[in-house]
């Protein structure tokens, strides 16, 4: 059983970073990829980020491509998404995903474990 554990969400005006942090608790986290997804009010849940297992392959929204920045460390059982130039419309419920395989994927399905998810509010 894989423990995701979110942290690093706030309030913050428009124009201005946060940086999102996930901690897995399973010894198993080296061996799979890893996602962030998002659900905004009124949404349905979308993909945001994901990163391969050895994290040298990153797979990016176009909403968020070239403003987000996913990276691992495999030493910490952790994942991070840095958010650049935040926008209201990033405004959500940020969620980390361990998926089922070592390569990524935008698929909700084939991520296995998920955590609680941690609140983003940018206001304008």
């Known amino acids: 059983q894989e423990q995701l554990v979110e942290s690093g969400g706030g309030l913050v005006q428009a124009g201005d970073s946060l940086r999102l942090a996930c901690v897995a608790s399973?010894?198993?986290?080296?061996?799979?990829?890893m996602a962030w997804f998002r659900r905004a009010p009124g949404k349905e849940r979308e993909f945001v980020s994901a990163?391969?297992?050895?994290?040298?392959?990153?797979y990016y929204a176009d909403s968020v491509k070239g403003r987000f920045t996913i990276s691992r460390d495999n030493a910490k059982n952790m994942v991070s998404l840095q958010m650049n130039s935040l926008k209201p419309e990033d405004t959500a419920v940020y969620y980390c995903?361990?998926?089922?395989?070592?390569?990524?994927?935008?698929?909700?399905?084939?991520?296995?474990?998920w955590g609680q998810g941690t609140q983003v509010t940018v206001s304008s």
């Open positions: 995903a361990r998926s089922k395989y070592s390569t990524s994927s935008s698929r909700e399905d084939t991520y296995a474990y």
């Open positions: 399973g010894r198993t986290f080296i061996s799979y990829a």
């Open positions: 990163v391969s297992w050895t994290g040298g392959r990153t």
